[in-house]
């Protein structure tokens, strides 16, 4: 997936300024891509620059509001039906994991305790955000509910994990948390 992609997808409901769409970027694909202010204004200019959406109003202090053009849209629609390629594992959690052994055992379960309180934390925002929205009427709804769903199901299985990973680790009862 792209940054440019996603926001040419959130671009299709309605023009948008790059604080709006940071704004509706944390709360609809913070848990699945992330990308910073800066990332998302550079993208803005470049996809202006390569005619995929046009500045449509300018206002106080650089506010520019994007208007998907019919070059985005067939750019967007291009991307979805094209299948995604592999994307190569990098996870600098595993490969933490991966040296564990090097650390003695306390230190070990406190790293892997702290990994499951983080995805208690995750799963709790995420919850949180599930239940602060209707996840109906908008085009993107269904999606969004879907995609909030995965990263739900995604912190489960990584705390469940590492709640798993401590019972492995010597010197402690087996299913301890």
Do not use: C
């Not at 094209?82 to 190569?88: F, L, N």
């Not at 991966?98 to 406190?110: D, I, S, T, V």
């Amino acid at each position: 997936m792209s940054l440019r992609h996603a926001l040419l997808g959130l671009l299709t409901d309605r023009p948008s300024s790059g604080y709006d769409l940071m704004k509706l970027f944390d709360t609809t694909l913070a848990n699945v891509w992330r990308a910073t202010q800066s990332q998302v204004y550079g993208e803005l200019t470049r996809m202006a620059g390569a005619e995929l959406v046009d500045v449509s109003a300018e206002g106080p202090r650089g506010r520019k509001e994007y208007t998907l053009r019919p070059e985005g849209r067939a750019e967007l629609e291009r991307w979805l039906t094209t299948p995604a390629p592999p994307q190569p594992l990098r996870s600098d959690a595993m490969l933490r994991v991966f040296f564990l052994g090097l650390l003695p055992p306390e230190g070990a379960r406190e790293h892997l305790a702290r990994m499951a309180a983080v995805e208690d934390g995750q799963r709790v925002r995420l919850e949180r955000l599930r239940d602060s929205h209707a996840w109906t009427g908008h085009p993107l709804a269904l999606s969004g509910r879907l995609v909030l769903e995965y990263g739900l199901r995604d912190a489960e299985a990584r705390r469940e994990w590492a709640r798993w990973a401590l019972g492995q680790i010597p010197g402690r009862g087996r299913g301890e948390a």
